[in-house]
């Protein structure tokens, strides 16, 4: 039943997205599946972003009966073969534009990639404390009650949500708010929407270059994203000549972590890196932490993280880029100038390497037309540069929608202090590391300067401009140390090779040179060696919660599986739980599941997000005595914070001594708040658990 259960959910999910693509299509008069697929999402979230500014909508589950029906009108519509009589729905034909079932495929690889991204979060569908899934899940809970915006931090009550990039949150919690999603199931099924998009946008950029190519190959549209979708970083496969400690992260983290310990390849390669690099791979004493983490890696990892949006605009936005350059429709441009703005709340540290790969476009397809106009005579409207305004409308258009929101970002983002700064002379990469990493990304651009087609070449010229960088170039954040690069290449490194491999991947498989055509396969192709590690890792991974999208049975156990039911079915309100440490800890995840606001959520991410303001560090200590049944005052303390629900559970693999501490503690927190609050069992044994409730 509950796999049945799922499976309806995705279906109507599927057929709402499917008829939101069509919609997109009849309102814009697009006429690309692929394209009409990947941007109606974007459109309708940013229209509902800009509106719940003015007035937040709550819940919308009245909604999904309306719009599935109305979708498998409009999929009908598009299907119907016979004319229709009635002028409306003939009209509406019109405007779609093409048949659904005679353009299938963007349709289908859509379902196909969804089910590849659900096939790993199916079988671990939890919503841990492992890497960021806990901080994701915050988010999307900040936005699924629908309050106007700015939201409520649901990690740190009563702080607004407005310290983040957190458009994608938005977008999964609206889905979740439409459907009645719970969050476990929004982090899922947001997750696995997200990859689709992206993938079908993937797929749809490789198609329509093969398209325009004079001397095409079909396959080479399927192979590329393939690459991207599965395969790794240079060095997947040969990781396993490099070291002895493989993971599915080796080949991930190859700079600085990896030790290069396997002989013989991999104690020359140490050898050689050493007599290269000398001091500059030794900032402040310590070996620099440099890590990529590409597409393929992003979804084993199963993070809701923001880099995943900064790849779905960045291949709309080629996307549309590549039909202009077929179709010379001005309206096209539109389109990656709102997605450029859309990056802002989006994914805002890859701004700086957006920008590049759009001023780098602008000037190659405009700088030569505007000389030919100022220094030859020619007329302004022929050589069709006007169009360019085409991109600035877009860019203002989708600025509009994210200004109420970026209002309140650019004050929070202030407490950030990063900056843009050159590379100090000994934090620059190891050369030979970054290259093998690299390798691929640097492969095709060499290929593309000796390809002798105009676009090709200059495109290979934008690649290397971009890797390089990345190398003089990072984001000064709060990381110091191994880590100072960190962030920055960590984001960098991933996006800069995936446009590569999918802007130069068809085009250099589809040159006319057989030795280009050879080496630029082997290119391509040899990282889906990493579908090796991902295929191990996927059937060794632990099952025990397979179906369960609800991503919350990590936490529940039969002692504190009716305290769960019980808080999730009060009204919502300010929750505590005792943190166990500073981060990456399961509390509190109980509350969040829940759909109740915690008083305190990660000590360090909080801090990290808020500029390290002294009050958090306080509450968390303040949350830690209270706990420790010392502090006077407890009630009173409470009820200045607005806590309504205390929670209280012992922690599992606890020895005895410890829960009889506990019990004595618990002891001591009940008298203290006595006639101030109630205390409501849910599971008592040997051992209370439950909580308590503001009188």
Request: proline share 5%; net charge neutral; hydrophobic share 45%.
């Amino acid at each position: 039943m509950l796999h049945l259960a799922n499976f309806s959910l995705i279906l109507i999910l599927w057929v709402n997205i499917f008829g939101l693509s069509l919609a997109t299509g009849a309102i814009t008069k697009i006429r690309n599946a692929w394209l009409n697929l990947t941007l109606g999402p974007l459109l309708l979230c940013s229209v509902m972003f800009f509106v719940e500014f003015i007035h937040g909508f709550g819940s919308l589950l009245w909604a999904w009966p309306i719009t599935t029906m109305a979708s498998i009108g409009l999929i009908y519509v598009s299907a119907r073969q016979e004319k229709f009589q009635n002028t409306a729905l003939a009209e509406l034909k019109r405007r779609i534009g093409f048949n659904i079932w005679r353009h299938p495929a963007p349709y289908l690889c859509f379902m196909l990639v969804f089910s590849y991204a659900l096939l790993w979060r199916y079988v671990t569908p939890d919503a841990d404390a492992t890497s960021e899934k806990m901080p994701d899940l915050s988010y999307i809970c900040s936005y699924l009650p629908g309050a106007t915006l700015p939201a409520m931090d649901a990690w740190l009550y009563p702080y607004l949500s407005t310290q983040y990039y957190s458009f994608q949150y938005y977008g999964a919690a609206l889905m979740g708010r439409i459907f009645g999603m719970d969050p476990g199931t929004v982090f899922n099924l947001g997750f696995c929407t997200l990859i689709a998009l992206s993938g079908t946008a993937a797929i749809g950029v490789c198609r329509e270059t093969a398209k325009s190519m004079p001397f095409a190959r079909k396959w080479t549209g399927w192979l590329v994203p393939s690459a991207w979708l599965l395969g790794g970083s240079g060095v997947s496969g040969i990781i396993y000549l490099l070291t002895t400690q493989i993971s599915p992260w080796a080949s991930m983290r190859f700079v600085g972590c990896t030790v290069l310990d396997k002989a013989p390849v991999g104690t020359t390669l140490a050898h050689w890196n050493n007599v290269l690099n000398h001091l500059t791979y030794n900032h402040q004493g310590m070996p620099m932490d440099l890590p990529g983490e590409p597409f393929a890696y992003s979804i084993y990892l199963g993070d809701y993280h923001p880099p995943l949006s900064g790849y779905y605009l960045a291949l709309v936005a080629i996307l549309a880029l590549t039909l202009y350059h077929r179709e010379k429709l001005g309206a096209y441009l539109a389109i990656p100038g709102a997605c450029f703005s859309w990056s802002i709340v989006s994914d805002t540290w890859n701004l700086p390497v957006e920008l590049i790969a759009l001023v780098g476009w602008c000037f190659y397809n405009f700088f030569g037309n505007l000389c030919r106009v100022v220094f030859y005579g020619r007329n302004f409207r022929e050589l069709e540069i006007w169009k360019i305004l085409y991109l600035i409308a877009g860019g203002v258009g989708g600025y509009l929608t994210i200004y109420p929101y970026f209002r309140h970002f650019a004050v929070s983002m202030a407490d950030y202090n990063t900056s843009m700064k050159l590379v100090e002379w000994d934090a620059h990469s190891p050369i030979l590391l970054w290259v093998l990493f690299m390798l691929p990304a640097f492969a095709l651009s060499i290929l593309a300067l000796f390809s002798r087609e105009r676009s090709t070449f200059w495109l290979g010229v934008l690649g290397f401009a971009l890797l390089f960088f990345t190398e003089f170039v990072y984001i000064n954040d709060a990381y110091g140390g191994p880590f100072h690069r960190f962030n920055t290449v960590l984001k960098w490194w991933p996006w800069v090779s995936a446009i590569i491999l999918l802007t130069l991947g068809v085009r250099i498989l589809c040159n006319r040179s057989l030795w280009i055509y050879f080496i630029g396969l082997f290119f391509v192709a040899y990282p889906l060696a990493y579908t090796y590690d991902l295929a191990k890792q996927w059937l060794d991974k632990p099952k025990d919660h397979v179906g369960q999208l609800s991503g919350n049975h990590y936490v529940l156990n039969d002692d504190n599986r009716l305290l769960f039911m019980y808080l999730k079915s009060l009204p919502r309100g300010v929750s505590l739980e005792d943190p166990d440490a500073e981060g990456f800890a399961s509390q509190p995840a109980l509350s969040l599941f829940a759909g109740q606001e915690c008083y305190m959520g990660w000590l360090g991410h909080e801090q990290l997000w808020r500029g390290y303001a002294h009050d958090i560090r306080y509450r968390f200590e303040m949350v830690k005595f209270f706990y420790s049944g010392n502090m006077p005052d407890a009630a009173e303390w409470l009820q200045a914070q607005n806590i309504q629900y205390v929670v209280w559970y012992k922690e599992p693999n606890k020895d005895r001594e410890k829960e009889t501490v506990q019990e004595s503690v618990w002891s001591k927190i009940n008298e203290q708040l006595r006639g101030s609050y109630r205390w409501h069992d849910t599971f008592s044994h040997d051992d209370h658990i439950g909580l308590w409730i503001r009188n």
